[in-house]
């Protein structure tokens, strides 16, 4: 049996299908978590199995919670998951945020991601009614700081921080209307 | 948007997908002792991880964690759950119960009907039960379960931490 997740948007861009979480996607993610590469995500989150799925089951099953969620993000060209990116308000988030992971190595360096948060940022802002959204990175994380800032984020000094570490950057977005001129 | 996860109705009880107003309950039960045996005792944030990965199981794997209410009132009562996330060999049937809703009955009957729907839906189901439970012992051998001491354990976990209760009938 299987239970889907009804409604739920499908977004398209040039490169890039962007879609719910499905099973078929763990493995990919699993391989990222266990990876170096998540040494940024989540306060460096635990690289094991028992840690990939409850971060994988926790971005899937904040959809029917919330009714919005995070979305993976498949290359056109060959069918493969190569992140996930999209809105994000769990628990304990001081607001709501614009978040993006790239899994795999050889994905990176090809702009899906700016690609991606073009089009999540419209989606937040137009059809899921944000007046404002925030990304919260690692300071070290240099790629993501350089996102952000290709984005057209500004470093805020003063916004609280989901982890209360003191150190986790607060990039705040353009607002819908900066966006839209 | 809501993923179609199944109602399953008992004498006095609902089994119905996970709701946002659940979690205070929840997250409550998870900063108490009463988490000792079965996740930890979490702060909010573990514990909102735990409440939205077994809300996003069903649509992974087509089971998941249910919302036990009481029919008559509504009131949440706890979850059942049956899960199986990747570091488990096998599907696990698991349960919490709020400290108001012990000692009626409730978590017994919640996972009869949990139980019954799994059969024929999964291979095999175990509850992996941390030794020194004794009322997860008791309602485990009250739904027919039969200790495995052969049984894989998760990942990580050795027989001081964990023993497995097999139910039948499942397959």
């Known amino acids: 049996m299987t239970v889907t997740l009804s409604n739920t948007p499908v977004l398209t861009t040039e490169r890039l299908t962007m879609r719910v979480p499905e099973m078929a996607d763990f493995e990919?993610?699993?391989?990222?978590?266990?990876?170096?590469?998540?040494?940024?995500?989540?306060?460096?989150?635990?690289?094991?199995?028992?840690?990939?799925?409850?971060?994988?089951?926790?971005i899937t099953g904040h959809w029917p919670l919330r009714g919005f969620g995070t979305f993976v993000l498949v290359d056109k060209s060959s069918g493969a998951p190569v992140g996930s990116a999209g809105p994000w308000f769990p628990e304990c988030w001081p607001e709501h945020e614009l978040g993006w992971t790239i899994w795999a190595p050889e994905a990176e360096g090809k702009s899906f991601a700016h690609e991606a948060l073009i089009a999540l940022r419209r989606h937040?802002?137009?059809?899921?009614?944000?007046?404002?959204?925030?990304?919260?990175?690692?300071?070290?994380?240099?790629?993501?700081?350089?996102?952000a800032e290709r984005l057209g984020?500004?470093?805020?000094?003063?916004?609280?921080?989901?982890?209360?570490?003191?150190?986790?950057?607060?990039?705040?977005?353009p607002s819908p209307a900066e966006v839209a001129a | 948007m809501i993923a179609a996860i199944p109602v399953l109705q008992t004498e006095?009880?609902?089994?119905?997908?996970?709701?946002?107003?659940?979690?205070?309950?929840?997250?409550?039960?998870?900063?108490s002792d009463r988490a000792t045996f079965s996740t930890g005792r979490l702060d909010r944030k573990g514990a909102?991880?735990?409440?939205?990965?077994?809300?996003?199981?069903?649509?992974?794997?087509?089971?998941?964690?249910?919302?036990?209410?009481?029919?008559?009132?509504?009131?949440y009562l706890g979850e059942i759950m049956i899960q199986h996330p990747a570091h488990f060999p096998e599907p696990?049937?698991?349960?919490?119960?709020?400290?108001?809703?012990?000692?009626?009955?409730?978590?017994?009957?919640?996972?009869?009907?949990a139980l019954d729907w799994a059969k024929g839906r999964v291979a095999s189901l175990v509850s992996?039960?941390?030794p020194g439970n004794a009322r997860s012992v008791?309602?485990?051998?009250?739904?027919?379960?039969?200790?495995?001491?052969?049984?894989?354990?998760?990942?990580?976990?050795?027989?001081d931490e964990t023993i497995v209760y097999r139910h039948r009938g499942i397959a």
């Open chain 1, 153 to 173: 984020c500004r470093l805020e000094q003063t916004a609280p921080t989901p982890f209360g570490d003191g150190q986790t950057l607060v990039y705040r977005h």
């Open chain 1, 124 to 147: 937040a802002y137009a059809d899921l009614g944000w007046t404002t959204a925030v990304s919260y990175i690692d300071p070290e994380n240099a790629r993501s700081i350089a996102l």
């Open chain 1, 28 to 58: 990919p993610f699993c391989a990222f978590v266990c990876s170096d590469r998540v040494r940024y995500i989540g306060g460096g989150a635990d690289k094991d199995r028992l840690h990939a799925w409850r971060a994988f089951a926790h």
């Open chain 2, 92 to 113: 696990e049937l698991g349960w919490t119960l709020m400290e108001h809703a012990e000692g009626r009955g409730y978590a017994t009957e919640a996972a009869r009907a």
């Open chain 2, 128 to 130: 992996y039960i941390t």
């Open chain 2, 48 to 75: 909102w991880a735990e409440f939205a990965s077994a809300a996003g199981s069903w649509t992974l794997l087509g089971f998941g964690a249910w919302s036990v209410e009481d029919r008559a009132t509504g009131t």
């Open chain 2, 12 to 31: 006095r009880l609902r089994l119905r997908a996970p709701r946002l107003e659940d979690f205070a309950p929840f997250a409550a039960h998870c900063a």
């Open chain 2, 138 to 159: 008791a309602l485990a051998e009250r739904l027919g379960a039969v200790l495995d001491m052969g049984a894989a354990l998760p990942d990580g976990e050795g027989p």
